[in-house]
Protein backbone atom coordinates (compact mmCIF):
# COMPACT_ATOMS: atom_id res chain seq x y z
CA UNK A 1 0.00 0.00 0.00
CA UNK A 2 1.25 3.55 -0.61
CA UNK A 3 1.95 6.25 1.96
CA UNK A 4 -1.30 8.40 0.47
CA UNK A 5 -3.50 5.50 0.52
CA UNK A 6 -2.19 4.49 3.83
CA UNK A 7 -2.56 8.39 4.99
CA UNK A 8 -6.38 7.82 4.13
CA UNK A 9 -7.18 4.72 5.01
CA UNK A 10 -5.93 5.79 8.33
CA UNK A 11 -7.98 8.97 8.44
CA UNK A 12 -10.77 6.05 8.03
CA UNK A 13 -10.12 4.16 11.09
CA UNK A 14 -9.74 6.99 13.47
CA UNK A 15 -13.29 7.66 12.44
CA UNK A 16 -14.79 4.74 12.59
CA UNK A 17 -12.72 4.67 15.71
CA UNK A 18 -15.48 6.92 17.09
CA UNK A 19 -14.88 6.49 21.15
CA UNK A 20 -10.96 6.64 20.01
CA UNK A 21 -9.96 3.67 22.33
CA UNK A 22 -7.31 2.57 19.62
CA UNK A 23 -10.01 -0.40 18.09
CA UNK A 24 -12.93 -1.01 16.55
CA UNK A 25 -16.02 -2.73 18.08
CA UNK A 26 -19.74 -2.52 18.18
CA UNK A 27 -19.38 0.39 20.35
CA UNK A 28 -17.71 2.45 17.86
CA UNK A 29 -20.41 1.75 15.36
CA UNK A 30 -23.19 2.72 17.85
CA UNK A 31 -21.62 5.96 18.43
CA UNK A 32 -21.07 6.35 14.31
CA UNK A 33 -24.58 5.66 13.75
CA UNK A 34 -26.05 7.72 16.56
CA UNK A 35 -23.76 10.58 15.66
CA UNK A 36 -25.34 10.42 11.64
CA UNK A 37 -29.23 10.77 12.96
CA UNK A 38 -27.85 13.50 15.46
CA UNK A 39 -26.36 15.21 12.48
CA UNK A 40 -29.24 14.72 9.87
CA UNK A 41 -31.96 15.48 12.30
CA UNK A 42 -33.25 12.03 11.83
CA UNK A 43 -35.65 10.53 14.36
CA UNK A 44 -34.51 8.26 16.49
CA UNK A 45 -35.75 4.37 14.57
CA UNK A 46 -37.03 6.81 11.98
CA UNK A 47 -37.04 5.53 8.13
CA UNK A 48 -33.96 7.71 7.57
CA UNK A 49 -31.98 6.65 10.75
CA UNK A 50 -33.13 3.06 10.00
CA UNK A 51 -31.98 2.97 6.42
CA UNK A 52 -28.23 4.05 7.36
CA UNK A 53 -28.09 2.15 10.75
CA UNK A 54 -28.79 -1.22 7.99
CA UNK A 55 -26.40 0.39 5.50
CA UNK A 56 -23.64 0.95 7.97
CA UNK A 57 -24.27 -2.38 10.12
CA UNK A 58 -23.71 -4.19 6.69
CA UNK A 59 -20.03 -2.90 6.25
CA UNK A 60 -19.26 -3.33 9.76
CA UNK A 61 -20.58 -6.83 10.03
CA UNK A 62 -18.43 -7.57 6.59
CA UNK A 63 -15.45 -5.49 8.08
CA UNK A 64 -15.53 -7.48 10.98
CA UNK A 65 -16.09 -10.82 9.73
CA UNK A 66 -12.80 -9.96 7.08
CA UNK A 67 -10.71 -7.89 9.06
CA UNK A 68 -10.76 -9.25 12.79
CA UNK A 69 -8.19 -12.09 11.90
CA UNK A 70 -7.04 -12.76 15.63
CA UNK A 71 -10.88 -13.40 16.41
CA UNK A 72 -11.04 -11.66 19.81
CA UNK A 73 -14.36 -9.30 18.42
CA UNK A 74 -12.38 -5.61 17.84
CA UNK A 75 -10.37 -4.33 14.77
CA UNK A 76 -6.74 -3.44 15.46
CA UNK A 77 -5.70 0.13 13.00
CA UNK A 78 -3.30 -2.65 11.78
CA UNK A 79 -5.64 -5.30 11.07
CA UNK A 80 -7.85 -2.58 9.30
CA UNK A 81 -5.22 -1.11 7.01
CA UNK A 82 -4.35 -5.08 5.99
CA UNK A 83 -8.61 -5.29 5.46
CA UNK A 84 -8.15 -2.09 3.69
CA UNK A 85 -5.39 -2.77 1.82
CA UNK A 86 -7.14 -6.47 0.39
CA UNK A 87 -10.89 -4.51 -0.57
CA UNK A 88 -8.70 -1.70 -2.18
CA UNK A 89 -6.24 -4.29 -4.03
CA UNK A 90 -8.01 -4.05 -7.44
CA UNK A 91 -11.93 -3.34 -9.10
CA UNK A 92 -13.03 -6.39 -8.26
CA UNK A 93 -12.43 -6.52 -4.59
CA UNK A 94 -13.68 -2.88 -4.81
CA UNK A 95 -16.68 -3.68 -6.10
CA UNK A 96 -16.77 -6.99 -3.99
CA UNK A 97 -16.36 -5.11 -0.73
CA UNK A 98 -17.04 -1.86 -0.74
CA UNK A 99 -19.35 -0.70 -3.45
CA UNK A 100 -22.56 -2.46 -1.83
CA UNK A 101 -21.90 0.11 1.02
CA UNK A 102 -21.70 3.17 -1.20
CA UNK A 103 -24.99 1.83 -2.73
CA UNK A 104 -27.16 2.24 0.73
CA UNK A 105 -25.25 4.47 2.24
CA UNK A 106 -25.31 7.55 -0.75
CA UNK A 107 -29.83 6.86 -0.98
CA UNK A 108 -29.75 7.02 3.34
CA UNK A 109 -28.64 10.53 3.28
CA UNK A 110 -30.26 11.52 0.22
CA UNK A 111 -32.84 12.70 2.44
CA UNK A 112 -35.16 13.87 -1.03
CA UNK A 113 -34.42 11.18 -2.56
CA UNK A 114 -33.75 12.88 -5.94
CA UNK A 115 -30.31 11.69 -6.67
CA UNK A 116 -28.09 14.53 -5.31
CA UNK A 117 -27.08 16.16 -2.26
CA UNK A 118 -27.20 19.39 -1.34
CA UNK A 119 -24.45 21.34 0.63
CA UNK A 120 -26.30 20.39 3.66
CA UNK A 121 -26.32 17.17 3.20
CA UNK A 122 -22.70 16.86 2.08
CA UNK A 123 -22.32 19.06 5.15
CA UNK A 124 -23.79 16.67 7.45
CA UNK A 125 -22.52 13.58 6.38
CA UNK A 126 -18.62 15.37 6.59
CA UNK A 127 -19.65 16.36 9.93
CA UNK A 128 -20.59 13.28 10.94
CA UNK A 129 -17.34 12.14 10.11
CA UNK A 130 -16.33 14.10 12.96
CA UNK A 131 -15.03 17.30 11.01
CA UNK A 132 -15.50 21.08 10.99
CA UNK A 133 -17.71 22.89 9.56
CA UNK A 134 -15.05 24.81 7.64
CA UNK A 135 -13.38 21.64 6.44
CA UNK A 136 -16.80 20.13 5.34
CA UNK A 137 -17.21 23.67 3.56
CA UNK A 138 -14.21 23.11 1.39
CA UNK A 139 -14.92 19.61 0.96
CA UNK A 140 -18.57 20.42 -0.65
CA UNK A 141 -16.33 22.72 -3.29
CA UNK A 142 -13.67 19.89 -3.86
CA UNK A 143 -16.63 17.44 -4.28
CA UNK A 144 -19.09 19.38 -6.61
CA UNK A 145 -17.11 18.44 -9.68
CA UNK A 146 -19.37 20.37 -11.70
CA UNK A 147 -19.83 23.26 -10.08
CA UNK A 148 -23.85 23.56 -10.11
CA UNK A 149 -23.86 23.53 -6.04
CA UNK A 150 -24.94 19.81 -5.26
CA UNK A 151 -23.47 16.58 -5.07
CA UNK A 152 -24.78 13.61 -8.13
CA UNK A 153 -24.52 10.33 -7.10
CA UNK A 154 -22.24 10.33 -9.31
CA UNK A 155 -20.09 12.56 -7.78
CA UNK A 156 -20.04 10.94 -4.90
CA UNK A 157 -20.00 7.23 -6.23
CA UNK A 158 -16.50 8.78 -7.96
CA UNK A 159 -14.92 10.49 -5.15
CA UNK A 160 -15.71 7.80 -3.10
CA UNK A 161 -14.06 5.42 -5.91
CA UNK A 162 -11.23 7.06 -6.04
CA UNK A 163 -10.49 7.70 -2.37
CA UNK A 164 -9.76 4.15 -2.22
CA UNK A 165 -8.32 3.63 -5.13
CA UNK A 166 -6.36 7.01 -6.37
CA UNK A 167 -2.28 7.70 -5.05
CA UNK A 168 -2.74 10.99 -7.04
CA UNK A 169 -2.14 13.45 -3.66
CA UNK A 170 -3.46 16.10 -5.32
CA UNK A 171 -7.04 14.62 -6.26
CA UNK A 172 -9.89 15.96 -4.68
CA UNK A 173 -11.07 12.99 -3.32
CA UNK A 174 -8.39 12.43 -0.73
CA UNK A 175 -10.29 14.39 1.82
CA UNK A 176 -13.53 12.10 1.29
CA UNK A 177 -13.95 11.22 4.88
CA UNK A 178 -11.98 14.12 5.97
CA UNK A 179 -8.27 16.39 5.79
CA UNK A 180 -5.52 13.85 5.95
CA UNK A 181 -2.12 14.67 6.72
Not at 142 to 154: F, P, Q, R, T, V
Request: one cysteine or more; charged letters at 30%; glycine letters at 4%.
Amino acid sequence: MDELREKKFTRLFEIFDANQNGHLDMNDAVLIMDNFREEFGWREGGENDRKFRGAFLKIWTKLFREADINHDRKVSKEEFLVYYEKVTSNDIAFYAYLKPFMDELFPAIDENNNGILSKDNYCSFYRACNNSDEDAELAFHEMDANKDGYISHLEFYTMFYQFHMNSNPKHASRHFFGRCA
